[in-house]
């Protein structure tokens, strides 16, 4: 059986930005490779941004409720990507505390609070980068 695990990129757009993130191979993204490009409506929770992807996927083991800023997340029990980039109204203190534990997925590149911008409501796009 094949280890290694291959990375790959995603472009995350929305009115007033965009970044990439860097995503492992998991069983989740070769999920969601599979409804890429998609379009979504972005929600905000405190300092993370989510939205649904249409895509059903069973928590991985591994899976985290306290992440590191910039932590590209799979939320199981509401088949959305959560990317925080700092405290929720969960949080203790500066930490970036998910709903629930999510699957792991990758990392933005560069700053995080790039995500800043995205507004409750607003249209993202998330699709492969070249």
């Not at 995603?10 to 409804?35: C, Y």
Request: charged share 25%.
């Amino acid at each position: 059986m094949h280890t290694d695990r291959k990375q790959q990129r995603i472009r995350i757009s929305w009115p007033a930005g965009h970044l990439t993130a860097t995503i492992e191979d998991t069983p989740t993204t070769q999920a969601l490779h599979k409804v890429l490009p998609l379009a979504a409506t972005a929600h905000t929770w405190g300092e993370e941004v989510y939205f649904d992807t249409g895509v059903s996927a069973a928590r991985e083991d591994g899976a985290q409720q306290v992440v590191e800023p910039g932590t590209v997340a799979f939320w199981p029990d509401g088949d959305a990507l959560a990317l925080p980039y700092g405290p929720t109204p969960i949080s203790r203190g500066d930490e970036c505390r998910l709903a629930s534990p999510c699957n792991l997925l990758g990392r933005v590149d560069g700053d995080p609070r790039t995500l800043a911008t995205v507004r409750d409501g607003d249209p993202v796009r998330v699709e492969w980068a070249d």
